[in-house]
């Protein structure tokens, strides 16, 4: 099981040139989860930075995956370890998501780097 974060669906919707990267995890919706903040974000980001409809095409797109709401065990996790590793709210939701499914983050967002059951790549 995988979670891409949203920096991760970013970088493949604009085709960056860490896209390639990312792709065979976010073509593979059956081992995807998608945590609902990260559906929160890239509905918000694709709204700023296209249109209403391109954003739900991509929230269209995160329904094929196993979409994970935020539950009491993932919130006191996430606030476990947002003090641990000194993360944002957002940050220590997403990776809660990935450690409460045995999975692994993909990221792009140096937050994350070093940590556990994680795996960064850095921006060129």
């Not at 970088?11 to 919706?29: G, I, V, Y």
């Not at 918000?44 to 209403?52: A, P």
Request: glycine fraction near 4%; aromatic fraction near 10%; charge should be negative.
């Amino acid at each position: 099981m995988h979670v891409v974060d949203t920096c991760g669906w970013i970088e493949w919707l604009t085709d960056s040139a860490l896209a390639d990267n990312f792709a065979p995890f976010l073509t593979d919706s059956a081992n995807l989860i998608v945590p609902t903040l990260v559906q929160f974000e890239l509905y918000k980001w694709c709204l700023r930075e296209k249109d209403e409809v391109s954003a739900l095409d991509v929230i269209g797109l995160t329904e094929t995956c196993q979409v994970r709401p935020l539950d009491t065990r993932i919130a006191l996790s996430a606030a476990d370890i947002s003090v641990r590793y000194k993360l944002a709210m957002a940050d220590s939701v997403v990776y809660a998501s990935a450690l409460a499914a045995c999975g692994k983050l993909l990221t792009s967002d140096a937050h994350f780097e070093g940590l556990p059951n994680v795996q960064y790549w850095a921006k060129k």
